[in-house]
């Protein structure tokens, strides 16, 4: 039952992602902490967001910022190896607890980046990427803060999807990296990560034909709702 539960919420959240560039990890963490536990659920997320990601780059290669993807990746890949360091050294209570507060916090700090509709350059996204990839080695996915990131950038639809999957990918793949090297990632990890994936990049190919329709208002109002309903869950389980 639990892995029908993770394949049915893989599916709509590969979906989500596809459309929106982020929300897989906040559909899927609460489900994958209430049933794996949040320190076992934060590697298989990382496997399993390697595999969205790779979706989405797959659907839109040949528009992929090759400059922006390295500028940002270059330091947000040992930024998250870092990242994964300390996760290891938390409690799982406290896991759980700063999962919830980052979602909750991620409302506020998107729109605040929102409205600072500034242009960024290359340097500029590699300066971003030492402390979001840190961020993402702890809490699972920065999504909500490298979507206006890159937005600002220049990057729209199907170029912003790619670029941003595709930077994406550095970053989970050194997080991964780091979770095999503090032998935290055993066979049984690895499985569950790949089973999640599999339906997060499923979900990823499907929304491919709805992108173009989905507007501003309604991107930003569906992101929101996932980080408040995720935030809330997982402040639910480190209560319990």
Same mark, same amino acid.
Request: net charge positive; with cysteine; glycine share 10%.
């Given at each position: ?6 394949? &049915? ?7 989500? &992602? ?214 809330? &869950? ?7």
């Amino acid at each position: 039952m639990g892995y029908l539960i993770v394949l &049915s919420v893989g599916l709509m959240a590969g979906v989500l &992602s596809g459309v929106i560039g982020t929300g897989s990890s906040m559909l899927l963490m609460p489900v994958l902490v209430i049933i794996y536990g949040p320190q076992q659920a934060v590697p298989i997320m990382a496997i399993a967001a390697i595999m969205g990601n790779l979706g989405k780059v797959l659907s839109w290669w040949r528009e992929i910022d090759w400059k922006a993807c390295i500028a940002y990746g270059a330091t947000a890949a040992p930024g998250a190896m870092l990242g994964v360091r300390t996760l290891l050294a938390l409690p799982p209570h406290a896991v759980e607890l700063a999962l919830g507060l980052f979602f909750l916090a991620m409302v506020p700090a998107r729109r605040w980046l929102a409205r600072r509709a500034m242009r960024l350059s290359l340097f500029q996204l590699a300066l971003i990427g030492a402390p979001v990839g840190f961020l993402t080695g702890i809490v699972v996915s920065t999504g909500p803060i490298t979507v206006p990131i890159f937005m600002n950038y220049g990057l729209v639809k199907g170029a912003f999807l790619a670029t941003e999957a595709a930077g994406s990918l550095a970053v989970y793949a050194a997080k991964v990296a780091a979770f095999r090297q503090f032998g935290a990632l055993p066979a049984g990890i690895v499985m569950q990560g790949l089973i999640t994936g599999a339906s997060i990049m499923t979900g990823t190919f499907c929304a491919r034909r709805i992108v173009a329709r989905m507007s501003a208002n309604t991107f930003r109002l569906v992101v929101d709702a996932l980080m408040v309903s995720s935030g809330l &869950s997982l402040l639910w389980a480190a209560a319990r």
